[in-house]
């Protein structure tokens, strides 16, 4: 099972920006693709957007799209999440997580990172 680890959340004003970071390690499956999901305190976990490892095809969820910018870096095994424009709302527990294909349903993603706290300042 792939492990996932993410990092650079933080404290952001509204408006600022961040970028979170996902790095994979151990064995992995072929073809697969990695999410971010976020988790506000007594919400579900939602999805936010999606890359595929093989053709870097992404997609996002309405909310973060032509905000959030989702991509990755192969030289350096690792993933990103840039986030522009933020807002308070986009306060939650950010999560990259593998799955064996690009869907945006949490329940067929099978490796989970352990999150790291994004909170945005109104």
């Known amino acids: 099972q792939v492990h996932l680890a993410e990092s650079g959340g933080g404290l952001a004003q509204t408006g600022g920006s961040l970028t979170l970071s996902c790095t994979p390690s151990g064995p992995t499956s072929n073809p697969w693709a990695i999410g971010w999901f976020r988790q506000a305190p007594g919400k579900e976990r939602d999805f936010v957007a999606v890359?595929?490892?093989?053709?870097?095809?992404?997609y996002y969820s309405d909310s973060v799209r032509g905000r959030f910018t989702i991509s990755r870096d192969n030289a350096k095994n690792t993933l990103y999440l840039q986030m522009h424009s933020l807002k308070p709302e986009d306060t939650a527990v950010y999560y990259c997580?593998?799955?064996?294909?690009?869907?945006?349903?949490?329940?067929?993603?099978?490796?989970w990172g352990q999150g790291t706290q994004v909170t945005v300042s109104s």
């Open positions: 997580a593998g799955a064996p294909r690009m869907t945006t349903n949490p329940t067929e993603y099978d490796s």
């Open positions: 890359i595929s490892t093989i053709n870097s095809a992404t």
